[in-house]
């Protein structure tokens, strides 16, 4: 490979059987690993991960984004996606479209006794609006530059926590 096909190669292309899997565990609900794939990619505005959820357990806590899109691939296993309400059986060959919006407030639960293991791709819009309906949470989040240096902002709050719009102000 000459140089300049390996730098294409390490700003292009991932492999997501290769990827270093990070694990994560919140008990007694949520267990898996997981390896975002578009980090350190040219790509600024599209994410992809491959997620795998341990049997019995959750992916995250359930929520909807207000501004961005995201689609699931199902490679192998089977569990359920619960979804704007109503849990929906799914398995290996599936393909999940997820709008923005609180119509679909999303989780994907693993009913299986083997992993669930799917790619998570999403738009990455910024800033970004994240709701939580079973915790009352919202996260909010922005990246951009700050003095030409790169910034990235995030805030987890809950609505009982508001604040009115002048409350501090001189």
């Not at 599209?46 to 961005?68: E, M, N, W």
């Not at 994907?108 to 910024?126: D, G, H």
């Amino acid at each position: 490979m000459t140089p300049k096909q390996q730098e294409l190669r390490d700003k292009l292309v991932r492999n997501f059987n290769t990827a270093e899997l990070a694990r994560d565990e919140r008990a007694p609900l949520y267990a898996g690993a997981a390896a975002r794939l578009a980090r350190g990619t040219a790509a600024s505005k599209l994410g992809i991960t491959i997620d795998i959820v341990d049997p019995g357990k959750r992916s995250c806590p359930y929520h909807f984004h207000y501004a961005q899109e995201e689609a699931f691939v199902i490679l192998e296993g089977e569990g359920t996606l619960r979804v704007a309400g109503e849990m929906l059986a799914v398995g290996a060959g599936d393909t999940i479209f997820i709008p923005a919006g609180p119509q679909y407030p999303h989780q994907f639960i693993n009913t299986s006794a083997a992993p669930l293991k799917y790619l998570s791709i999403s738009t990455r819009e910024s800033p970004e609006v994240v709701e939580y309906p079973d915790s009352g949470k919202y996260l909010a989040m922005a990246q951009g530059t700050l003095d030409g240096a790169p910034h990235a902002f995030g805030r987890m709050h809950r609505e009982k926590d508001d604040l009115d719009y002048w409350d501090g102000e001189p």
